[in-house]
């Protein structure tokens, strides 16, 4: 197996377990969809949907909604949350870097917090416009790297293996510079704003923990650190300090860039 395709093999088994998580992830969704402009009777595909809950709020204003993502377990998760809410959402397990539409199918192609774990951001930004209708909107959420989840994962980083070759790391889709960039040309009216999600929680420790047992590149770190005991307890312990941080009122507080730009 390439590299490449092992990483994505990888990422699929990690992210199973992540379906805690989107109570979580549902409160920030709408405010993705409301930034793009979504509107009853727009066709919408969610990129990297998760559990679906981007495709489902864009169902419930009357959108003719899609998702697809790369782990079986999220999209099973998502079709039952639309049988569950009787939202006509059409789900599919796909790849970012190769998604099974035709070109210029969508008025609307969004993505929170996914797309930018696929391990070659030309490759995705190319799919997603690929199947954008032009004059369509493009509009995704992503960590900033100097604010809370870009600093978790730049830390995370100094622990873990390096990535394999070709790969890149999610943290730079959140700044607006690089993210111009890799848009270039092929869209205009590129805008950025900034969005805050407050997440419950009890204590940073509770936050750890729950990233430990249900966040893929966590939860395989952790394990990767199990022989190293003295390793792990630094990671725990730097982990806390910088959970405290953003830590307020029984909530973590996770600022997020949504970006928004029209096909040319």
Known sequence: MDPIAQFKESAKQGWASFIPFEMITAMAAPRLLKRAGVTHGAK???VGCGTGVVALTAARIGAKATGVDLTP???ERAKYNATLTKRNV??????????????????????????MFAPR?????????????????????????????????????????????????PTPWGDPSVVRERLGTAVKDLTF???TLRAPTLSPQHTREGMEANVGPM?????????????????????????????????LRQDFLVTRAVKA
């Not at 192609?109 to 996914?114: A, N």
């Not at 690929?130 to 960590?143: N, Q, Y």
């Not at 100097?146 to 990535?163: H, I, K, Q, S, V």
């Open 193 to 195: 704003d900034r969005e």
């Open 219 to 251: 939860k395989k770190l952790v394990a990767a650190l199990a022989s190293d005991p003295d390793k792990l307890a630094a990671l725990r312990r730097e982990l806390d300090a910088l959970i405290e941080e953003y830590f307020e009122d029984n909530t």
């Open 73 to 75: 377990e999220l999209v």
């Open 90 to 115: 059409d789900f599919h397990v796909g790849d970012a870097e190769e998604l099974p539409f035709g070109d210029a199918t969508f008025d609307f192609v969004l993505s929170q917090f996914g797309h």
């Open 44 to 46: 919408v595909l969610d």
């Open 121 to 169: 951001p030309e490759v995705a930004v190319r799919e997603m416009l690929r199947v954008l209708k032009p004059g369509g909107i493009i509009a995704f959420s992503t960590w900033p790297p100097e604010l809370f989840t870009g600093r978790m994962f730049a830390l995370t980083g100094r622990y873990a293996p390096p990535p394999p070759a070709g790969v890149s790391p």
